[in-house]
């Protein structure tokens, strides 16, 4: 089986103008978690069915770093494997630089977030707590101080005698996040904690999470198939499919910058535009399209004449009644609109292609907003113009 290398921050190279996202936070470049050339495969009726595929990458030591990918990609495995409760077939797991190979889950630095929080319905808030403590045979003094100090930090001391049964699900997903850090793990593993909260809640504790993360500077490890979920948080995210790594990087990168069709439109959604190479130039490139030739920043490494896929983001589509004049312009007929609240999403029919175009609803009702097969232009930045690595 060939070898990948090693995913990084670096792997995404800059070809095009730099975009401005969140700051950057300052990260050791220690790795707490190493994951060396790991496969997997479970047994099936008809064989095996291999879910890693040779996964290489380095967790940095204080990262969030989030495994994002759809059902069945590989990404709740992983965990597993780190968390000691799968052994990989191949490869090697290094967490604080020791081989993990054998080490059963009690053993290894680490304790896990499930998605059903898993507290003991019979014990209180407290007791919940101060239960792996109890097992390692703490002290009590420093049970209590260490408990103590864990309810404070989720915000869930005014609740320390109260039963499972007696909080709603934020505070059941505080419990288990103070059961957690209570026991100071060198890493924290989050298998989907939010995925049973409402949407309000789940996205108050995003930031929430993300937050005490960056207090507590422990090395948190979170798979979610939810993409706001992954850029909302996370320092870096590696993107999964089919058992692989498919891009990895801060979110800022990934979703401006995403390498494959299949990242294009996982994170988030992508209008994609098949095309020819027609003429490269010192910073840019032409590529002749069904469209008439679009202009993108991307031209690194193309040729005249290579087949290409342009990705650009439905928001990055900018609508006019008239035409703009300036080069990168489609002509588009408005197919059906979608009110999500916040914008309006417009399903475009172009020169036999569907497209969609995001547009922010600063004023409902008024004269900028675009109809029912309304002919309208579309304007696309060759900055935001995207060439697939797969194309």
Do not use: W
Not at 60 to 88: D, H, Q, V, W, Y
Not at 113 to 132: E, T
Not at 305 to 312: A, E, F, N
């Amino acid at each position: 089986m060939p070898r990948h290398p090693k995913a990084s921050l670096e792997d995404t190279p800059i070809t095009a103008p730099a975009f401005k996202g969140k700051r950057p936070r300052e990260l050791s470049a220690d790795a707490a978690v190493s994951v060396i050339d790991v496969s997997k495969s479970f047994a099936t009726g008809g064989g095996g069915t291999l879910v890693l595929d040779d996964i290489d990458l380095d967790i940095r030591r204080g990262e969030f770093f989030s495994l994002l990918g759809p059902s069945g990609c590989g990404k709740t495995t992983l965990l597993r494997i780190l968390a000691g409760f799968e052994n990989p077939d191949s490869g090697q797991v290094l967490i604080g630089n020791r081989d993990m190979t054998g080490v059963p889950p009690h053993l290894r630095n680490v304790n896990t977030v499930f998605q059903s929080y898993a507290l003991f319905p019979h014990l209180n808030v407290q007791d919940n707590v101060a239960f792996g403590l109890k097992m390692k045979g703490v002290p009590q003094a420093l049970q209590r101080e260490r408990v103590a100090r864990a309810l404070e930090t989720v915000r869930i001391a005014d609740f320390a005698k109260r039963r499972p049964e007696q909080l709603s699900g934020g505070q059941r997903q505080r419990v288990a996040l103070a059961r957690a850090i209570v026991n100071e793990p060198e890493v924290l593993l989050l298998d989907e904690p939010l995925s049973a909260l409402d949407l309000k809640l789940r996205k108050e504790l995003q930031v929430e999470l993300s937050n005490l993360q960056e207090t507590l500077g422990i090395t948190f490890v979170f798979v979610t198939h939810d993409q706001e979920e992954a850029l909302v948080m996370s320092d870096r995210i590696a993107v999964m499919n089919r058992g692989r790594v498919e891009q990895l990087g801060r979110a800022e990168e990934l979703y401006e910058r995403p390498r494959t069709a299949f990242v294009a439109n996982f994170l988030g959604s992508s209008n994609l535009i098949p095309g020819t190479v027609s003429e490269v130039l010192e910073g840019s490139a032409i590529v002749r399209t069904v469209h008439g030739p679009l202009s993108t920043r991307y031209s690194a490494g193309l040729k005249v004449g290579q087949d290409v896929v342009l990705s650009i983001r439905p928001e990055k589509l900018r609508m006019e009644r008239d035409d703009v004049a300036v080069g990168n312009e489609v002509r588009a007929r408005v197919d059906d609109i979608v009110y999500t609240g916040a914008e309006n999403q417009y399903l475009l029919q172009a020169s036999g292609q569907s497209l969609v175009a995001f547009q922010l609803n600063a004023d409902i009702g008024a004269d900028e907003d675009f109809d029912y097969d309304e002919e309208v232009a579309l304007y696309l930045p060759p900055e935001s113009l995207v060439v697939l690595q797969d194309g």
